[in-house]
Nanobody, 123 residues
Framework: QVQLVESGGGLVQAGGSLRLSCAAS????????MGWFRQAPGQEREFVAT????????YYADSVKGRFTISRDNAKNTVYLQMNSLNSEDTAVYYC????????????????WGQGTQVTVSS
């Protein structure tokens, strides 16, 4: 069982930045692919970014590519999402998730989820 706790959400003006963090309870954190998803009101949960177990390379949705950066610190059991140049379309609840699948990019391939953190971008 893996417990995930997100933090770092909040209210930011358009063009601003936020850094989300996700702390994991698992001692085997480095064995999981980690991902970030988001869900806006009335919308389905959508993929944002993912990073493989011991990799430093992130994979991104087209909508955030070049603005968001995913990273992980396996020594701290933590994954991060640096979000720059935010706009109103980035407003959503952001979820951290863990998967045993190497290149997981859909919600159904993730086994564990955090409770989410709200990001609101004001224009």
């Amino acid at each position: 069982q893996v417990q995930l706790v997100e933090s770092g959400g909040g209210l930011v003006q358009a063009g601003g930045s936020l850094r989300l963090s996700c702390a994991a309870s698992a001692r085997t954190f480095s064995s999981y692919t980690m991902g970030w998803f988001r869900q806006a009101p009335g919308q389905e949960r959508e993929f944002v970014a993912t990073i493989r177990r011991t990799n430093t390379i992130g994979y991104y949705a087209d909508s955030v590519k070049g603005r968001f950066t995913i990273s992980r610190d396996n020594a701290k059991n933590t994954v991060y999402l640096q979000m720059n140049s935010l706009n109103s379309e980035d407003t959503a609840v952001y979820y951290c998730a863990a998967s045993g699948v190497v290149n997981a990019r859909t919600p159904g391939t993730y086994d564990y989820w955090g409770q989410g953190t709200q990001v609101t971008v004001s224009s």
